[in-house]
Nanobody, 117 residues
Framework: QVQLVEFGGGLVQPGGSLRLSCAASGTIFSINVMGWYRQAPGKERQLVATITSGGSTNYADSVKGRCTISRDNAKNTVSLQINSPKPEATAVYYC???????????WGKGPLVTVSS
């Protein structure tokens, strides 16, 4: 069974930092495309960042310079480092995995990140 388990989330100050992690199982992780998306209250889910099997990254313009996505194929994990977030970064952050074998997207349940002083 394909499964994504997310760790992290919580309260962070605007000048602080937070690290989210996502552990995948049931797939050959090293060949899968991973990503982070977020959904703010009352808004649609939007892209934060993606990373390919080869390590190429793509970021939404709104998070460039504030978020860093990385993956560890040996541990089957993908992480998102959030630095100095703006209040509008408050959202549920979802881990996403594209599995080529099934040609499908799989989603984590999403931890909540709250930016507040």
């Amino acid at each position: 069974q394909v499964q994504l388990v997310e760790f992290g989330g919580g309260l962070v100050q605007p000048g602080g930092s937070l690290r989210l992690s996502c552990a995948a199982s049931g797939t050959i992780f090293s060949i899968n495309v991973m990503g982070w998306y977020r959904q703010a209250p009352g808004k649609e889910r939007q892209l934060v960042a993606t990373i390919t099997s080869g390590g190429s990254t793509n970021y939404a313009d709104s998070v460039k310079g504030r978020c860093t996505i990385s993956r560890d194929n040996a541990k089957n994990t993908v992480s998102l480092q959030i630095n100095s977030p703006k209040p509008e970064a408050t959202a549920v952050y979802y881990c996403k995995q594209y599995v080529p074998y099934y040609a499908m997207d799989y989603w984590g349940k999403g931890p909540l990140v709250t930016v507040s002083s």
